[in-house]
């Protein structure tokens, strides 16, 4: 598919261009009035006011979110765009992800969806190896020219690129290798993270392989974990594990229901030399904590997948949030800390922050914000898209 022509014209209803005119980057299909021509889910659109004027031009996909934008004028899409717009993201990541510069840090996300004005486009980088997740037509159509920008901007540094499609309504891209160096066959690979070693398999990983969303709220746990007794709960591949031994835990129970997760975590468990008071234990998390005894943990991380992806599923999310909190602050011993998380889009901040102070009620215990935590600075938000603050976090003492 030739993304550089343009396929149709999207034309708005009287009024509603005026979330475009803020650079809002996405066209809702309610707020269409006509299409013009016969753009196919992928294409470029141009994207016009009632009255005419040009606002810009994106990917188009039939369904709730019909253009994502690209551009805000008659720009070209084309080799030299995507090259600027990940030249621009990979130097944001340069001047402001601290450990990247002091070589403490060799895993980090390149671009981040509409955080990078790229909507529709994950690019994490492990090492020497870019893994690219496409969340929309146009980018997965995109994928190549993508790569090929990778390339330019890495001075050909990079040994693979990994293309890891996610399902796109009813459709599901493949996944497969856009770039591979001559002799260059793993499948998975060693990286640092503020120190600390993760084995990383994007193949068979969740997502692009590993969270990093979570780089700066697991070095608050490692700075708070010296002398603790640590639960980790829906642990993944033991990040929060690795930071909490790492900072002096006396032990940490790891619990996830998946037997990969499990079998990961002890693997970068013992990567970093930790093979003593680390139980790694596969079974559901939340059956665990309510069987956990009281005082057992003194410090617990909970970090539970998202539990509303649509907004429809909001009110059953904040109620099993409410649920999860207030058995692990009734759970933690007095002077305890509790990290907890959500990664759902739908529920904002204050959402979460009301779920857990109905989850401190239940638990009748004396409990006070340390700390509020959100994604790093390699996950930026762009301003226009306040949709992009997913990951909200509190850090919770318990008398």
């Not at 009024?15 to 294409?43: C, M, T, Y």
Request: a neutral charge.
């Amino acid at each position: 598919m030739d993304n550089k022509t343009i396929n149709g014209t999207i034309i708005l209803k009287k009024g509603k261009d005026q979330s475009l005119q803020r650079f809002h980057p996405w066209v809702f299909s309610g707020a269409v009035a006509k299409i013009e021509g016969d753009p196919q889910n992928g294409d470029i659109v141009r994207v016009q006011s009632f009255d005419g004027t040009l606002l810009g031009k994106g990917h188009f996909q039939r369904g709730s979110i019909m253009v994502r934008m690209l551009v805000w004028d008659n720009s070209a899409i084309d080799d030299a765009f995507w090259q600027n717009r990940i030249q621009a993201a990979y130097t944001q990541r340069l001047n402001t992800l601290v450990s990247l510069g002091e070589g403490m840090t060799d895993c980090f996300r390149l671009v981040h969806g509409e955080g990078d004005y790229l909507p529709g486009l994950i690019v994490d980088i492990y090492g020497k190896v870019a893994v690219m997740q496409t969340h929309s037509a146009g980018m997965y159509a995109s994928r190549k020219e993508i790569a090929e920008a990778i390339k330019a901007v890495f001075h050909d540094s990079i040994d693979a690129i990994y293309s890891k499609s996610t399902p796109i309504g009813t459709f599901v891209g493949d996944n497969d290798y856009l770039y591979k160096k001559d002799g260059f066959n793993a499948t998975g690979i060693e990286v640092k993270e503020n120190g600390c070693k993760f084995f990383v398999d994007w193949e068979k990983g969740q997502k692009t392989g590993f969270f990093l969303d979570q780089r700066d709220n697991r070095n608050m746990v490692g700075r708070l974990s010296d002398g603790r007794r640590v639960l980790n709960l829906f642990c993944y591949t033991g990040g929060f594990s690795v930071y909490a031994m790492s900072g002096g835990a006396v032990e940490c129970c790891s619990v996830d229901s998946s037997q990969l997760a499990i079998d990961a975590c002890k693997n970068n468990l013992k990567l970093n030399g930790f093979t003593q008071n680390c139980d790694c234990i596969c079974t559901d998390a939340i059956e665990f904590l309510k069987n956990v005894e009281k005082g057992r943990y003194d410090l617990m991380i909970v970090d539970p997948p998202a539990f509303a992806k649509h907004l429809s599923a909001k009110p059953n999310a904040l109620r099993a949030y409410k649920k999860l909190n207030s058995m692990a602050i009734e759970k933690v011993a007095p002077g305890g800390i509790v990290f907890t998380f959500s990664c759902s889009q739908v529920v904002d901040k204050n959402d979460f922050a009301l779920a857990v102070f109905s989850a401190a009620t239940i638990a009748k215990r004396k409990v006070r914000i340390i700390s509020r935590m959100t994604q790093p600075s390699d996950h930026p938000v762009d301003i226009c898209h306040p949709e992009g603050e997913y990951l909200k976090g509190l850090v919770l003492y318990v008398e």
